[in-house]
């Protein structure tokens, strides 16, 4: 293939690398004067691209001599990441116009990272896996320190940075042994390479991807980061990291361990396995203690990646359309949570983040309340909220090939997490009321939050054969 | 046979050295054996015949090690006369590390010369008619490209990162205006006075 037709190809990373780089043009010349409208020209690039990305879903192709694939898996990522960058870029400005520290590299940088998230999705070679993974964690890491100064941001930002360093040192080494032991670096050789059976080498190196890629989905155990960098960074980029690069390490979790290692199944489902029990089991013990709702919040996200990697388990078709569906409505529920938190600050504007403020919300700001227990009743999976079905998805693909005890465990762990769901909405609707926070000034955040709030309401199963037709070709693009 | 005995010693030493970079108290000393490690490392790449690697390993690393010496001896409090002081005792030690890299030297110039290690046969072949940069380059600017160009994506993050978590606009710096200065011109700036014995000129 010649390299024109590759990269039109490559159409939506194209459009974000011409996007972001033009606008960081604007940025150095103009100043940070240019940010509002930086912040328009982004969401508009990010559209641009998911537009382009939703394209491919009927063709798609390989490009780069299989170094980048354009299928339906790919696309169906990269709307949902696209989509999530935008409302992150969307909701920063009220946010940073406090400390006046909204800079126009913040819109910039959100770009590059989905340019990085995009390769993930779309790799089809431990190096484009690799290089996607840096641009997206580069990016992340300098997002979770932008309040420099700000103590807890900087020190969010240094954390992840050491610990993701570690990540990629791990996942580098395992991707040297895949590649010693194999000889290639595509997912396709590598398949052919492991369908012969698994040497020690290739063991060492399969154990090595996945824990390199279990870190950047923050699953058990190696989650130990994300409580500290989600409360440290400021609350937008907390709600950028629980959603995008969420997504985006799911789907190239899933198509590494599909499509790469695919014929060694056997093997890394025992990890699979472990890591899905571990993490919802601590997602949803050590969320019970938090005082803090960001924190809390990072807890709920491992659980609830603990809850899609059930999905990978199965290593079906209808479990890796679970995943994919599962992912589609945890980033609404998640950025709808981080939306209403966004909400909560003082009468002087300053952020509040302890959950005792959120006592009587139901009698101070009945709608933010509302909208914050359908949430929290969403994440807890609790009919007839739409994030009941997704759980449901998973569990009945983990039933489909017979791991019956498993699907038992899972669902007695969801429990465990409705309790501290349970224990935020009891908070809003039964305690004496605390200080009211100042009002809703932005109408960006407000239909923000009565979007997703509609989405997740019982409305959102009217979505189920659209997105479930999407999760199934999605899927079926890596079998 | 000349291969395999060099295989093992800078395999031994790049482990031990990377070992003691973690296990040195003190942090020159953990330089040190950092670029011991680089050095021995670049050896192993000699000798599986990719040299242009082993170039850039000693070039790109050393360089990159300079500096990080430069951090240590500016951020760390580390108190150089007690270094110093036992430079004579230490001395047979500083030697026989000299030795140690001299002797690898030629280890891995005569191994090269017998020849690359024989690798195994999933490994990709490295091409034999041309030399190693030529054929990296015609894979990176081609079969990888795309790599490539995400490579320099990630610099320039790497690079708006930097300024941005580092750059700041202080106050009460008094920066070169070059447009004002060009603008200035002789008659703004020079006054003719034609004082009287004795009196001075008012400024």
């Keep these: 293939m010649s390299n024109t037709a590759s990269l039109l190809l490559t159409l939506p990373e194209l459009i974000l690398s011409v996007g972001s780089i033009a606008l960081l043009m604007v940025a150095a010349f103009v100043g940070d004067k240019a940010t509002r409208g930086i912040s328009i020209a982004a969401v508009a690039v990010l559209m641009a691209a998911t537009i382009s990305a939703a394209l491919p879903m009927n063709g798609g192709g390989v490009a780069f001599d299989g170094l980048y694939r354009a299928d339906a898996f790919s696309g169906f990522a990269k709307v949902l990441i696209y989509v999530a960058a935008a409302i992150s870029v969307m909701i920063a400005p009220r946010f940073f116009a406090r400390g006046g520290a909204l800079r126009a590299e913040y819109p910039i940088l959100l770009l590059l990272s989905s340019i990085g998230m995009g390769m993930m999705v779309s790799s089809g070679d431990m190096l484009t896996l690799y290089v996607g993974l840096e641009l997206q964690s580069l990016a992340a890491y300098v997002l979770a320190s932008f309040m420099r100064r700000d103590a807890r941001s900087a020190e969010a930002g240094l954390k992840y940075f050491v610990l993701g360093a570690l990540a990629s040192g791990i996942l580098l080494y395992g991707i040297s042994l895949v590649y010693g032991f194999t000889g290639t670096t595509l997912f396709d050789g590598v398949a052919v390479a492991f369908s012969n059976g698994l040497s020690t080498g290739e063991m060492f190196g399969l154990v090595f991807v996945m824990a390199g890629l279990a870190f950047k989905i923050a699953a058990v155990p190696f989650h130990m980061w994300t409580p500290d960098v989600y409360e440290g960074a400021p609350t937008p980029v907390t709600a950028f990291f629980a959603s995008a690069p969420k997504v985006a390490a799911m789907g190239l979790f899933v198509r590494v361990a599909v499509e790469a290692m695919g014929p060694a199944a056997s093997s890394w489902q025992q990890i699979v396995i472990f890591s899905a029990l571990a993490s919802t089991v601590l997602g949803g013990v050590a969320a019970i203690g938090q005082t803090n709702i960001k924190r809390l919040l990072a807890y709920s996200s491992i659980n609830n990646v603990g809850f899609a990697l059930f999905g990978l388990v199965a290593g079906t078709e209808e479990g890796v359309a679970a995943v994919m569906t599962y992912m589609a409505v945890y980033i609404v529920m998640t950025l709808g949570s981080f939306l209403c938190v966004l909400q909560m600050r003082d009468a002087r504007g300053e952020p509040i983040e302890t959950i005792q403020s959120l006592s009587g919300l139901s009698r101070t700001r009945p709608a933010l309340a509302a909208a914050f227990a359908m949430f929290m009743f969403s994440l807890a999976g609790i009919p007839p909220l739409f994030g009941f079905w997704p759980k449901f998805l998973v569990f009945d693909a983990v039933v489909g090939v017979g791991l019956w005890p498993l699907a038992m465990v899972g669902i007695a762990t969801s429990v465990i997490g409705a309790f501290y769901y349970l224990k935020i909405v009891k908070t809003m609707y039964f305690d004496e009321p605390a200080a009211s926070y100042a009002p809703v000034t932005s109408y960006t955040e407000g239909t923000l939050i009565a979007v997703s709030a509609i989405i997740v309401s019982p409305a959102g199963y009217l979505a189920i054969p659209a997105l479930g037709a999407a999760s199934l070709a999605a899927a079926k693009a890596l079998f | ?203």
């Excluded at chain 2, 296990?23 to 680089?38: D, E, G, Y």
């Excluded at chain 2, 690393?61 to 150089?80: I, P």
């Excluded at chain 2, 030690?93 to 001299?102: D, H, K, Q, T």
């Design chain 2, 1 to 203: 046979m000349i291969q395999t005995i060099a295989f093992y010693l800078f395999a031994t030493i790049v482990i031990a050295s990377a070992a003691l970079t973690i296990l040195a108290r003190n942090p020159v000393h953990s330089v040190l054996w950092l670029i011991l490690a680089f050095f021995n490392a670049a050896g192993l790449m000699v000798l599986v015949g990719a040299e242009f690697i082993a170039m850039l390993l000693v070039i790109v690393y050393v360089g990159a090690v300079a500096v990080l010496f430069l951090f240590v001896v500016m951020m760390l409090d580390v108190d150089f006369a007690a270094l110093r002081a036992g430079f004579a005792r230490y001395l047979p030690i500083g030697v026989l590390l000299v030795l140690v890299l001299a002797a690898e030297m030629i280890f891995a110039v005569s191994a090269w010369s017998a020849g690359a290690i024989a690798l195994s046969a999933t490994v990709a072949p490295i091409p034999a008619e041309v030399p190693n940069i030529v054929a990296i380059g015609t894979l990176i600017y081609t079969r990888y490209l795309f790599i490539f160009e995400g490579a320099g994506l990630v610099l320039l993050v790497a690079m708006i990162g930097a300024i941005v978590l580092t750059h700041r606009t202080r106050s009460g710096v008094r920066p070169q205006k070059v447009s004002d200065q060009v603008k200035r011109r002789p008659q703004d700036a020079v006054r003719k006075t034609d004082p009287l014995v004795g009196q001075g000129v008012e400024l």
